[in-house]
């Protein structure tokens, strides 16, 4: 099943008794956000608010917050045909009549892609417009106490390169109302729009954008694909829908624009111009602080007459962007091994905010060209922001990270298959490395036979200054003690004592509470998002012709350092507020 528009959509939830209507009224300043966290711990359904504090407009959450809604939003026929695609590649090399006529099929459905104009009559979006003050009752959010105010959490910002039109950019870039006609404009680096951006501002230029609000949930989808910088996300929606997407030409604008939108904000963004935006709780579970970025001047903003908004809650994983994510994954995978020869699967981890970590299956058929494969992932679009990279040859689920993280230990030669890479980049919200987008990375190579057996229960005893000690799986260990502020030397400490008994662990990570080894999602978002691998992984070191070899064991210090952010926690009085109402919302 594909849907045109969101509403297509939130009706089939209702028929599929996954949507709860809340006809309560809610405040879209911290409350809404509340009950939607709970609900989607919950794995609950879909959440309507219709009655929201200062906007005539009802509120949509947790659209794609389960497995089976994403999966009830897409359907399998998209990956079906991306895995088929990508097969045909093969089949219809060379190009032969009988090779043509096999895959008449996908020839056929490769037609239903693409971009159907349609009259301003038949537009929805074009229901409404307004031109003064027009995101007035505009019911954005407020997630998280610290926030900088206001935010659009799903947004769809489209943008075309100023010089050649044809190369657009639909991408999700928060931003935040500062009034009704301003926000910000959050293009972090390796963004599509930012690009697009710094080429109008070195002409000078104010860069026209368009952002959507609903339209077809693979509009969404396509937004926040990891997708190659010049292939379209407009042509991605439409070959995850099935069908040619309906635009129609903004009549105050110069974009075309979804016609099955919800909403249309259109104006644009000035060269040189910056305004502090943020503090604003993210997806790696803390606030990123406030730093200046583009400025939006919105002229007018289109509406269907009874628009529904759509939002999102980021916070600690997991949230939607896990499950949306894990689709995409899916969906792109099979052309991995098209865009990076020698990959034969790749994996990034939603729990760590996905590039803090991400893996590969690669190809081995000479020594050390499992190395060349880390090099070119690490060179690969939105793939360059990765920090810590785990790579080996042998088949398996990658998102299963006990039985990756055991495979690689049992492969991993610390004097040749550890790469510590300092004075690199990192993602904007990811502040380990002391600066904005400033950091290092890490390769972690485990390929060929076993050389080491791993443990799999403690039994050596007690270690000095250390409270707590846990298995996360085999080979890797998970212990406690002092807090950073308090004891900043522990890991070196701990490091020698692991070196004196001569451990048989050869990870182990220092945590602020060894009980995140009870279940991957706690592990992964506790070390990956607590950790910059130039200061914080210790071993012994040899340096040889340059190349810095390690030994084992290899400790990584994963405390709150002083400097980072704070972690994401609910307002006490919100959480009472929600708690005392819940009979209220779910009255049905």
């Known amino acids: 099943m594909s849907f045109a528009d969101l509403r297509g959509f939130i009706e089939t939830l209702r028929r599929e008794n996954d949507l709860a209507v809340i006809d309560a009224p809610v405040d879209p ?116 106490q610290l926030d900088g105010g206001p935010f659009v959490t799903l947004p769809l910002v489209y943008t075309e390169h100023p010089e050649h039109r044809k190369q657009h950019n639909l991408g999700m870039y928060r931003m935040q109302i500062f009034d009704d006609s301003t926000t910000g404009m959050h293009w972090q680096i390796h963004k599509g729009g930012g690009f697009h951006y710094h080429e109008a501002e070195k002409r000078g230029e104010a860069l026209p954008v368009s952002v959507f609000l609903g339209g077809p949930p693979a509009l969404i989808a396509s937004a926040i694909a990891p997708v190659p910088e010049h292939l379209p996300e407009l042509l991605l929606a439409s070959l995850i829908t099935g069908s040619k997407l309906p635009v129609v030409q903004d009549p105050y604008g110069i974009h075309r624009i979804p016609a099955n939108a919800e909403f249309v904000i259109s104006g644009s963004v000035a060269p040189h111009t910056r305004r502090p935006e943020g503090p604003f709780g993210d997806h790696y579970g803390y606030y990123s602080w406030t730093h200046d970025f583009p400025v939006f001047d919105v002229s007018h903003m289109w509406h269907r007459k009874d628009a529904i908004y759509p939002a999102t809650i980021v916070g600690k994983p997991r949230q939607e962007d896990y499950y949306l994510g894990d689709f995409l994954q899916r969906l792109l995978s099979p052309a991995f091994p098209l865009a990076m020869p ?42 360059t922001l990765t920090k810590f990279l785990m790579v080996t040859d042998q088949p398996l689920d990658l ?21 510590i890479f300092d004075k690199t980049s990192h993602d904007t919200l990811d502040y380990t490395g002391g600066k904005l987008n400033r950091g290092s990375k890490a390769v972690m190579l485990g390929v060929g036979d076993p050389v080491r057996e791993l443990p799999g229960d403690y039994d050596e005893g007690p ?18 003690g002092a807090s950073f502020v308090e004891e900043p030397k522990l890991a070196n400490r701990l490091l020698e004592r692991l070196q004196e008994r001569g451990t048989r662990w050869p990870l182990v990570i220092l945590a602020d509470d060894a009980a995140i080894a009870s279940a991957q999602t706690p592990f992964l978002w506790t070390v990956f998002t607590r950790f910059n691998p130039a200061d914080d992984i210790y071993a012994g070191t040899v ?29 006490e009085d919100i959480v009472e507020l929600v708690d005392r109402r819940w009979k209220e919302y779910f009255r049905s």
Not at 78 to 97: H, I, N, S, Y
Not at 348 to 373: I, M, N, Q
């Open 29 to 144: 300043y911290l409350e809404i956000a509340e009950i939607h966290r709970r609900v989607i711990d919950q794995g609950g359904p879909a959440l309507l608010f219709t009655n929201v504090k200062g906007s005539a407009f009802p509120v949509v959450t947790n659209l794609f917050g389960t497995i089976r809604r994403v999966d009830l939003a897409f359907g399998p026929r998209p990956e079906a045909f991306m895995k088929q695609a990508v097969g045909a590649l093969d089949r219809m090399l060379p190009p032969t009549p009988k090779a043509i006529w096999g895959e008449r099929s996908l020839i056929w459905d490769a037609m239903k892609v693409g971009l159907k104009p349609t009259p301003a009559s038949s537009a929805p979006v074009l229901g409404a417009c307004r031109r003064e003050r027009p995101l007035e009752g505009l019911p954005a959010l407020t997630s998280w």
């Open 342 to 383: 020698g990959v034969k699967d790749l994996w990034t981890y939603a729990e760590t905010g996905f590039h803090a970590l991400a893996a590969a299956v690669v190809r081995e058929s000479y020594s050390r060209e499992a190395l060349t494969t880390a090099f070119r992932i690490l060179g690969e679009g939105q793939l």
């Open 399 to 419: 998102a299963q990270f006990d039985r990756l993280l055991e495979t690689v230990l049992e492969r991993f030669r610390p004097e040749t298959d550890l790469y």
């Open 463 to 480: 270690l000095d200054e250390i409270d707590g000690i846990e298995v996360y799986c085999r080979g890797c260990l998970v212990v406690s």
């Open 543 to 571: 340096v040889l012709r340059h190349h810095v070899g390690y030994e084992l064991p290899l400790v990584i210090d994963a405390r709150m350092k002083p400097g980072y952010p704070d972690e994401l926690v609910a307002r």
